[in-house]
């Protein structure tokens, strides 16, 4: 049963033009998401981050978009550049502290120069 | 920002032998530490919760006896592989929560069994 699903395994984009990964997930318990960055052979690198207080979080090229009803997030990077090829995984923890993340199979995203 | 650190970052060893990984928080303490484990083009799975002071929690389908964690202190985890297979094979992550739900993730050990 896997409660967070990225349900496209790679993406390719052009430079320049916005990368939009995508994200759902099972669990109404989960209140709070991250996407991580990961390259091969090297662990994951936090990228952003929200709250399901909020509905968006911006941090420079990076937007994450969430949307509860529909238990879905969205990762936005404007505009994608070459070095943001990598592994993106979607994670969710529930509210506790201290709780393991469960983690999306990832999308490989691919810029295109 | 806070960082953790893994060592070794790739071993290759014998099938039957054992292996220790450690996974250190270098700024920060840890009473918590997560191992997960990834197969190529596979997900992180967690494996087991390490616990500073008490014993590990382990996910299902994890033998506890295989891979034997220890957290003596609140900067250093270790991942014991024992008798290692080569279906062993893998690249072992752990990660360590700072403040809230955020968690700050080692550079991960690739395992090869042969």
């Known amino acids: 049963d896997q409660q967070v699903k990225q349900n496209s395994p790679s993406l390719s984009v052009q430079e320049g033009r916005i990368s939009i990964l995508n994200c759902d997930y099972t669990n109404s318990m989960f209140d709070y998401f991250l996407w991580y960055k990961k390259y091969p052979a090297e662990g994951p690198t936090f990228l952003i981050s929200i709250s399901s207080i909020k509905d968006k979080n911006e941090d420079g090229r990076f937007t994450v978009f969430l949307n509860k009803s529909a238990k879905h997030l969205s990762l936005h990077i404007v505009p994608s550049q070459p070095g943001d090829s990598a592994v993106y995984f979607c994670a969710a923890s529930v509210p506790s502290g201290n709780t393991p993340l469960v983690f999306g199979k990832g999308t490989r995203l691919s810029v295109i120069a | ?114």
């Open chain 2, 1 to 114: 920002g806070a960082v953790v650190s893994q060592h070794p970052s790739w071993v290759i060893c014998k099938s039957g032998t054992s292996v220790k990984i450690e996974c250190r928080s270098l700024d920060f303490q840890a009473t918590t530490m997560f191992w997960y484990r990834q197969f190529p083009k596979q997900s992180l799975m967690l494996m087991a919760t390490s616990n500073e002071g008490s014993k590990a929690t382990y996910e299902q389908g994890v033998e506890k006896d295989k891979f034997l964690i220890n957290h003596a202190s609140l900067t250093l985890s270790t991942l014991t592989v024992t008798s290692a297979h080569p279906e062993d094979s893998s690249f072992y992550i752990c990660s360590a929560p700072l403040a809230g739900n955020e968690q700050y993730f080692g550079p991960g050990t690739r395992l090869t069994v042969t």
